[in-house]
């Protein structure tokens, strides 16, 4: 676990993000929940203390540089699954209201206990799909977040398609794509415009990881994020 600690102090240095005692204590106790329910529970595929910072928990914290820190600010993490990336935005920046949704149950469970064993306020987990329960479930939430994240969920299309109605109308998408990032987005354009969206800017995360090939090749991780307008 030093090792990992370690390592995430750093990433937080590079990240701008203040390692004090307290977020380490509680990003420690986060992996013993997920090394403990992976024992029941496939939640990643690698759960050694190391794998888990390196490859989930520092590029779930490369959106925090784009969020501002205010009680009023409300997020929606949409396919949340373990807690990535909202669970690791909510430990970093407590202040926010955050919102994480997944539709398996045992994911949902895993988060309730989190969120109790972190003593986090202001943080909600929600079993949905949003393919079905936009109509019913998810009414209340209607234009109520300032924020969606989505790490790995769906294409941009889609995850547009499926959460617009949920976004206020001066939210933002911040957004977690990979290596094609940038074809993505040429054929995602007049899908962005014809839902009141404005693409505003992509960024290379300071955060890489081997791809699992007999290359060894360097995968690149980008944040995007479209502004509603």
Same mark, same amino acid.
């Given at each position: ?5 370690d ?9 701008n993000?203040?390692s004090?005692g ?6 420690? #106790?986060y992996i !013993?929940?997920i ?9 990643? *595929?690698k759960? /050694?203390? =190391?794998? %888990?910072?390196?490859?989930?928990i ?5 959106v925090?540089?784009e969020?501002?820190?205010k009680?009023?600010t409300?997020v929606?993490d949409?396919g ?7 669970l ?8 926010l ?5 997944d539709s398996?149950?045992?994911r949902?469970?895993?988060?309730k206990a989190?969120i109790r064993?972190l003593g986090?306020?202001s943080?909600f ?6 393919e079905?329960d936009?109509?019913?479930?998810? #009414?209340h939430? !209607?234009?109520?977040f300032?924020?969606?994240l989505a790490r790995g969920?769906a *294409?941009?299309p /889609?995850? =547009?398609? %499926?959460?617009s109605p949920?976004?206020?109308k ?21 899908c962005?415009?014809s ?9 290379e995360?300071p ?6 090939n ?7 991780k980008?944040i995007?994020t479209?502004?509603?307008i």
């Amino acid at each position: 676990m030093d090792k990992a600690l370690d390592m995430l102090r750093k990433g937080l240095a590079v990240l701008n993000i203040p390692s004090s005692g307290i977020i380490l204590d509680q990003f420690e #106790l986060y992996i !013993e929940e997920i090394q403990k329910w992976s024992q029941r529970y496939r939640l990643v *595929s690698k759960v /050694d203390a =190391v794998t %888990l910072v390196q490859n989930h928990i520092l590029d779930s914290l490369t959106v925090v540089p784009e969020i501002e820190q205010k009680a009023s600010t409300t997020v929606l993490d949409i396919g949340s699954g373990a807690g990535f990336p909202g669970l690791c935005v909510k430990i970093a920046l407590p202040d926010l209201e955050v919102t994480l949704l997944d539709s398996r149950q045992h994911r949902i469970e895993f988060l309730k206990a989190v969120i109790r064993s972190l003593g986090l306020k202001s943080c909600f987990s929600l079993e949905a799909r949003l393919e079905e329960d936009l109509p019913l479930k998810l #009414l209340h939430y !209607e234009a109520h977040f300032d924020i969606i994240l989505a790490r790995g969920f769906a *294409s941009i299309p /889609d995850i =547009v398609r %499926l959460t617009s109605p949920l976004l206020n109308k001066n939210g933002r998408y911040i957004l977690h794509r990979g290596n094609t990032v940038k074809k993505e987005l040429s054929a995602a354009q007049e899908c962005i415009k014809s839902y009141g969206l404005n693409f505003c800017k992509l960024d290379e995360s300071p955060f890489c990881s081997l791809a699992s090939n007999k290359q060894n090749r360097i995968r690149r991780k980008y944040i995007v994020t479209l502004n509603k307008i």
